[in-house]
């Protein structure tokens, strides 16, 4: 149940922050990857306070990212 609540988390963590980088169009290249950092720091800390493992919170957080994207692209793709 954790992982789930957690990967719901996560979830809304990643639409922030395309939301973010949608609303600020105009960053440089090197803005946008320390924003990524930022938020794929944030999304690993609420993993780990949650109750996970550091080893469990970096899965699962680099299968929400990787999975959220990918949809994302998909998405915009189809549209």
């Given at each position: 149940m954790r992982?789930?609540?957690i990967g719901l988390i996560q979830v809304l963590i990643w639409s922030t922050f395309?939301?973010?980088?949608?609303?600020?169009?105009?960053?440089?290249?090197?803005?946008?990857?320390?924003?990524?950092?930022?938020?794929?720091?944030?999304?690993?800390?609420?993993a780990t306070k949650i109750g996970l493992t550091r080893k469990g919170s970096l899965l699962i957080t680099a299968i929400s990212f990787f999975c959220f994207f990918s949809f994302e692209k998909v998405?915009?793709?189809?549209t």
């Open positions: 992982v789930y609540v395309s939301l973010v980088t949608w609303l600020s169009g105009s960053d440089s290249l090197l803005a946008r990857g320390v924003l990524l950092i930022i938020f794929c720091y944030i999304a690993f800390v609420i998405f915009w793709f189809l």
